[in-house]
């Protein structure tokens, strides 16, 4: 029956959610390991501990911390260099409005929202560069923000 037929369109619709969500947890070359967050205020970020000199951190025998500040229309650092196969933490926050932090060929896309740190934990196990761009308009030069993540 007509019903019949959604029903089964409706399984169908599921089933290739959940494929593209266990796809998208293990895509090429890297590992999702943990996805969290916490709050800053904008006006704080010079004087944060974390965030007043952006950059790589090395935490642990392979574990490294990366703080990252957005603003229109850059990223703090430019260039980010981790060694593959490390875990990696990233810190984002923005400065003034709304950006993304998007690792070109890996699932790391997160909004940055003022007020807020985007954190992920990532393993990349393929070296090579990304690209780092900005997914969410946040401007007239939007589409000039970018970065680049040497993995070596
Ligand atoms: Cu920042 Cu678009």
Not at 59 to 66: A, C, L, P, Q, S
Not at 88 to 98: E, G, L, N, P
Request: hydrophobic fraction near 40%; glycine fraction near 10%; charged fraction near 20%.
């Amino acid at each position: 029956t007509y019903e019949k037929a959604w029903l089964v369109a409706a399984m169908v619709l599921i089933v290739g959610f959940m494929a593209t969500i266990t796809y998208g947890a293990v895509g090429p070359g890297i590992a999702m390991i943990d996805d969290d967050g916490g709050t800053i205020d904008p006006a704080e970020i010079n004087d944060h501990e974390r965030f007043g000199e952006p950059g790589v951190e090395h935490v642990g025998d392979d574990e490294y911390e990366v703080a990252v500040v957005a603003q229109a229309w850059s990223y703090t650092p430019e260039q980010i260099e981790v060694p593959a196969d490390s875990e990696v933490t990233f810190y984002v926050t923005s400065r003034d409005v709304t950006h993304s932090f998007s690792v070109v060929g890996t699932n790391v896309n997160t909004m940055v929202i003022p007020g807020q740190i985007s954190e992920m934990t990532v393993r990349f196990d393929e070296p090579g560069e990304y690209g780092i761009l900005c997914n969410e308009y946040c401007g007239e030069y939007h589409h000039t923000m970018e970065g680049k993540l040497n993995v070596v």
